[in-house]
């Protein structure tokens, strides 16, 4: 896939997606339009007893600046567009806010621009993924497209004609990567993008063995990997869910084979702590997204 590319590009793509073809991306963004996240309030707390098992990680700039060691040989796909809150009632009015310049001086492996079909702002969030690609690609940047869906479209993140349409026109547009949601008739969204897709994780799922049938579905449906967050850190043992995340990704594992090692792993070593009491309103509105 990636032949026509550069050295460069193939180069930043492979810190992405690793040499099985495979991709586990650790989603730590959110606070670019969620503020203090639960679970991610402290970026570099969180991340330390997972930066070991993700390939790569899609975060802000700025938390890639504050929180994450020099040290880390991962890949980094840096969240290029935004401009919103959660406090917004259509979250879709976005710009783009790192240029590839940026980027590149971050040594990014990718940015990630998100679309927002059949929102009130699709055709300028369309136009800031038109716009990114245009610059990335005299340095052989990597663009990541999101299928964002917002608060008040939320219901189509199930929707496979919905998330076929967004994933098709990020790749029409030219995204290396798409990012969207794991639905039923999943196969279908993948035989109609021609690009790599990787799943959201989507709002905290009940059990470990949800996450992982989720995960274990996706690939056998197409997806090269998963691009996950909240079922990943907020999890009650992130540490043990991630690892269980990585042997589907990567280990081939079944359901029952993962979800046994994440119960070996999930003692109260890997427990997540709580630093902050939750606020109800805060969870009340995170929920929507
Ligand atoms: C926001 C994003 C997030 O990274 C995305 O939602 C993935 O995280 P999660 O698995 O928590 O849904 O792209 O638009």
Redesign the pocket.
């Known amino acids: 896939m990636f032949n026509e590319m550069n050295w460069g590009k193939k180069n930043r793509m492979s810190e992405i997606i690793q040499h099985d073809g495979r991709a586990l991306m650790l989603?730590?963004?959110?606070g670019?339009?969620m503020g203090p996240t639960r679970g991610m309030e402290d970026p570099a707390k969180a991340l330390e007893p997972l930066l070991a098992y993700a390939d790569s990680l899609?975060l802000s700039p700025g938390i890639l600046g504050t929180s994450v060691p020099i040290s880390f040989r991962g890949g980094k796909v840096l969240?290029a567009s935004g401009g919103n809150s959660i406090l917004d009632e259509d979250m879709s009015n976005e710009a783009v806010i790192l240029s590839a310049e940026q980027a590149i001086t971050l040594n990014a492996s990718a940015v990630?621009i998100?679309i927002y079909v059949g929102a009130e702002y699709q055709h300028q969030t369309l136009m800031n993924l038109a716009q990114a690609i245009e610059d990335a690609s005299p340095y052989g940047l990597p663009v990541l497209g999101?299928t964002?869906v917002g608060k008040e479209m939320k219901e189509k993140a199930a929707d496979k004609r919905f998330l076929a349409l967004s994933c098709r026109i990020a790749a029409e547009f030219g995204a290396d990567i798409v990012?969207t949601?794991y639905c039923d008739g999943f196969e279908e969204v993948v035989a109609k993008t021609p690009v790599p897709i990787v799943i959201?994780?989507?709002?905290r799922l009940d059990s470990y063995e949800s996450i992982l049938q989720m995960c274990h579905n996706a690939l056998e449906r197409g997806a090269i990997g998963?691009?996950?967050?909240?079922?990943?850190w907020?999890a009650d043992h992130p540490a043990a869910i991630i690892q269980g995340v990585r042997g589907i990704v990567h280990d081939g594992l079944s359901v029952s084979e993962a979800l046994d090692l994440v119960n070996g792993l999930a003692t109260d070593a890997t427990r997540r702590k709580e630093y902050f009491p939750a606020h109800p309103e805060d969870a009340r509105v995170q929920e929507k997204?």
């Open positions: 989603a730590i963004d959110h670019y339009f899609m969240r990630a998100s999101v964002a990012k949601y959201a994780g989507g709002p998963v691009d996950m967050g909240r079922n990943i907020q997204h």
